[in-house]
């Protein structure tokens, strides 16, 4: 099977897409509003440089 033939049907058609998509349950947000900051991107950079696996 080549690449072009991959998301085809085998009756040549192009197959849809495979994601379901289902309706958001009652009384949710459509617009949520953005997830709070938890941590600087360099908090944890010590101890992973520090920390060495079980076999080293």
Not at 28 to 56: F, M, T, V
């Amino acid at each position: 099977m080549t690449e072009t033939d991959a998301g085809r049907a085998p009756s040549g058609k192009r197959r849809g897409s495979r994601r379901v998509t289902t309706a958001p349950p009652p009384g949710s947000d459509p617009a949520p509003s953005p997830e709070p900051e938890r941590h600087r991107l360099d908090e944890n950079d010590d101890r992973l440089r520090a920390e060495k696996p079980p076999h080293y």
